[in-house]
């Protein structure tokens, strides 16, 4: 029998490749955080308690989302802004960098993992919906996260099929002991912030909402103490620091899976296309 071993990771890329963040890049990047004069605000608004709303940023700008009254997460869906079909995955993919957060919340930077294993920004969870509340036995219920993300969208001309799982911002979970998915309160505090640097044009919409974002929640109605989230969108004041970075291409797949056309004769010498 053979000897148990670690396994290896199953996906390793060269050190050219643009999955990776470039470090040098993103640690100038972060030093600007603390100095709004080294940032140009090109966009601010405060997003409503229990709501939904979309927005782009271009590539070279940082994007920040922040606690304005206190602790409150946010559900994120990132798309390619000019291909809604691209869009993070959270497993693989161009867009996993553009995620990468740079600059992270005062107190999440030192988070690490809590007493029971939690860690912050979930990537293990989806959002809520009204679908598995149902068939859990809930009541129909119209502002769950994945109906405030999905009417935010609406108006831009995405559809409920493009909203996906999300990364939540401010949230901590974990799996307990027995491989259950758990949430724990919210760490952030006011005036805290996560951000993030997009490497490609991206549209970006936030859903506010979690029952699970505030302490004793056993005794509170959920609507009442959700918190607004604010969002700002700034440039870089010196284009310097961006000199060594370059946008990423598409991966340009030009395949077909695999799919072969049997070839048909007497053709030969056409300018026919069309499978
Ligand atoms: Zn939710």
């Not at 997460?73 to 996993?96: C, F, I, K, T, Y």
């Not at 992270?104 to 690490?112: C, D, I, Q, S």
Request: charged share 20%.
């Amino acid at each position: 029998m053979a000897t148990p071993r670690r396994p290896t990771p199953a996906y390793t890329a060269p050190s050219s490749s643009t999955i990776h963040a470039s470090s040098p890049v993103y640690r100038a990047i972060a030093a600007t955080a603390s100095d709004l004069s080294a940032r140009v605000l090109e966009d601010s608004f405060t997003l409503r308690p229990c709501s939904g709303q979309a927005w782009t940023v271009r590539a070279g700008q940082v994007c920040r989302i922040t606690t304005p009254l206190g602790p409150q997460v946010g559900d994120l869906n990132v798309w390619n802004a000019h291909n809604p079909r691209e869009r993070d995955s959270m497993g693989g993919g161009q867009l996993d960098q553009v995620l990468t957060p740079d600059g992270m919340t005062r107190r999440t930077v030192g988070f690490g993992i809590s007493q029971w294993g939690g860690r912050v920004h979930d990537l293990l969870g989806t959002r809520c919906d009204p679908y598995v509340n149902l068939l859990m036995g809930g009541q129909s219920f119209d502002f769950y996260c994945h109906s405030n993300l999905t009417r935010a969208v609406v108006a831009f001309g995405l559809t409920e099929l493009d909203v996906h799982d999300v990364l939540n911002v401010f949230q901590v979970t974990g799996l307990d002991e027995e491989g259950k998915y758990f949430m724990e309160t919210c760490p952030a505090e006011q005036g805290d912030y996560f951000e993030f640097f997009a490497e490609i044009d991206v549209f970006i919409d936030v859903g506010d909402l979690s029952a699970w974002s505030w302490e004793n929640k056993e005794n509170v109605e959920m609507l009442a103490t959700t918190r607004p989230l604010g969002v700002e969108v700034y440039s870089l004041a010196d284009p310097d620091i961006l000199e060594c970075w370059k946008e990423p291409g598409s991966p340009k797949y030009t395949g077909m899976h695999g799919i072969k056309m049997p070839p048909r004769n007497g053709q030969e010498g056409t300018n026919y296309c069309g499978v």
